[in-house]
């Protein structure tokens, strides 16, 4: 990961940014994905090509705003740390999709399909730590949910 100093124009956006998932549909959707649990491609294929329904339009929406902010950090725009620290919904997104990444792209036929955001977490060691560590996490939850639903 970079040590370079952020800057003030860095927390700038950053506070910019944040304003943005703010935004009362954003909010909508980025819950949405934060509570979407896919365990295969099909699952997420099968949302994205729903270009009608609102789930398919959550995904697109945080992915591409996700996208975005790591396109901004992979050229130098914004500070690489500062998102680390302040955006973990993104390192989120990708944990969930990272598993079935390459099938999505092939079946979207869009093979650019979170690359920058890829890019940016298989760029530095803790970036990669960190989802191997929600992925972890993602089938200690499944564990939870199964014995109470056994119950």
């Known amino acids: 990961m970079s040590d370079s100093q952020a800057t003030y124009q860095d927390g700038d956006l950053l506070l910019k940014l944040y304003d943005?998932?703010?935004?009362?549909v954003m909010r909508e959707a980025r819950a949405f994905v934060v509570q979407f649990m896919p365990q295969s491609a099909d699952d997420i294929l099968k949302i994205m090509r729903s270009w009608d329904a609102k789930d398919g339009a959550y995904i697109?929406?945080?992915?591409?705003?996700?996208?975005?902010?790591?396109?901004?950090?992979?050229?130098?725009?914004l500070s690489e740390t500062l998102v680390y620290e302040n955006c973990g919904e993104m390192y989120l997104l990708y944990a969930k999709f990272k598993p079935f990444l390459a099938s999505v792209r092939e079946g979207m036929?869009?093979?650019d399909y979170l690359k920058n955001i890829e890019k940016l977490v298989e760029a530095s060691a803790e970036g990669r730590a960190r989802v191997t560590h929600m992925q972890g996490q993602f089938k200690e939850w499944a564990k939870r949910r199964e014995e109470a639903a056994a119950k």
Not at 20 to 24: F, G
């Open 20 to 24: 943005l998932r703010r935004e009362p």
């Open 60 to 77: 697109r929406q945080v992915s591409g705003y996700w996208s975005m902010v790591a396109s901004l950090v992979n050229h130098g725009v």
């Open 109 to 111: 036929g869009i093979p």
